[in-house]
């Protein structure tokens, strides 16, 4: 049997699985929601590649912050085929020669995935980037639990970061937003792609907090700010910061931290907690040495994310737009 007759007997899933499934998977967050990935389908299997024309030259010359975005994408792309019976085989990096070419994947029916898979699926749909200030998240010690099992598969450190550390982070932030406020070339990339309306990509003005807002959230990315509006007014930010790092500091790496990342904001969000990743304070080297000072100076700090909770009668922040599936996917059966 040839490798064309072997592509035309596979099991996999049918057009419309694939594509609800994509669309789903679509949710995950991005740098900027750039959505920096490509899907090509062969007939038996997807492959996963960055799209280069998506890379913040700026932000993330090297790439390393688009690489966990597609990390993102893909572990929700496998959570949303498990909750449609299927599991999906990884080959991470198939070609060494190619690195654009992230990931292969490869289909067998699974009709008893893990019993968590439906709610993280469904937190796709729920999860929102939430840049204001929140409450201490509650129940964490059982969610902490979790998202360490969870995390642990793909070599990826969690640390949980006490509050003696929460005054050098915010230094940190400060200071990463200062350096960045006379680079010309990464102001014009951040204007570019935050504060526009009607677009699938980008943070839109929705998406954005005001001056007021975002002087009650110590650590966070500095975007251009929305419209005057005192959203929490009662509150300061009382999230909890967990890191996210590694042994060391490559592509597979950041593909395993993307995964860790979804991992992390799918479980919160079925928990009822509201998260915010933060990748801007690992973007300068001496930030990331004093995260590192801060967790394990053996590890690379690779996103922090703030971890908290919305006021219960809250209305839920809108959703930040997303490329049509068939903007990112294209079948090749050749």
């Not at 982070?169 to 010309?184: C, F, G, N, Q, W």
């Not at 699938?200 to 929705?206: D, F, N, S, Y």
Request: hydrophobic share 40%.
């Amino acid at each position: 049997m040839t490798e064309g007759d072997v592509a035309h007997t596979a099991v996999v899933p049918d057009h419309d699985t694939m594509v609800a499934v994509l669309r789903l998977a679509q949710r995950a967050p991005s740098v900027h929601n750039t959505q920096p990935w490509r899907w090509v389908f062969d007939g038996s299997r997807l492959h996963l590649h960055t799209d280069p024309d998506r890379l913040l030259s700026a932000a993330d010359p090297h790439g390393r912050q688009r690489i966990i975005s597609c990390g993102a994408n893909l572990h929700h792309l496998r959570t949303g085929f498990a909750a449609h019976g299927w599991h999906t085989d990884i080959t991470r990096l198939p070609d060494p020669d190619r690195p654009d070419y992230l990931a292969m994947i490869a289909f067998r029916p699974w009709p008893d995935p893990p019993a968590g898979i439906p709610a993280r699926a469904r937190a796709m749909e729920q999860r929102r980037t939430d840049r204001l200030p929140m409450l201490p998240p509650h129940g964490w010690a059982e969610v902490l639990a979790s998202v360490r099992r969870l995390v642990s598969p793909h070599d990826v450190a969690l640390d949980v970061l006490d509050d003696s550390a929460r005054a050098r982070l915010a230094a940190v932030s400060e200071h990463t937003a200062a350096a960045r406020k006379d680079d010309p070339m990464y102001q014009t990339e951040l204007y570019w792609w935050a504060g526009h309306p009607d677009t699938t990509e980008g943070i839109p003005p929705t998406g954005l907090v005001s001056d007021a807002e975002f002087a009650r959230v110590d650590v966070g990315r500095v975007y251009p700010s929305a419209p005057h509006s005192m959203r929490r007014g009662e509150l300061t930010d009382h999230s909890t910061l967990v890191a996210l790092s590694t042994e060391g500091d490559s592509v597979s790496q950041w593909l395993h931290t993307g995964e860790a990342l979804s991992v992390v904001l799918l479980e919160c969000t079925a928990a009822g907690l509201t998260t915010c990743a933060l990748t801007h304070v690992t973007e300068l080297p001496a930030a990331r040495r004093t995260i590192a000072e801060l967790v394990d100076t053996r590890t690379t700090p690779q996103v922090l994310i703030r971890i908290g909770a919305a006021p219960a009668e809250e209305t839920p922040l809108p959703s930040t737009p997303r490329r049509p599936v068939e903007e990112i996917f294209t079948i090749d059966s050749q």
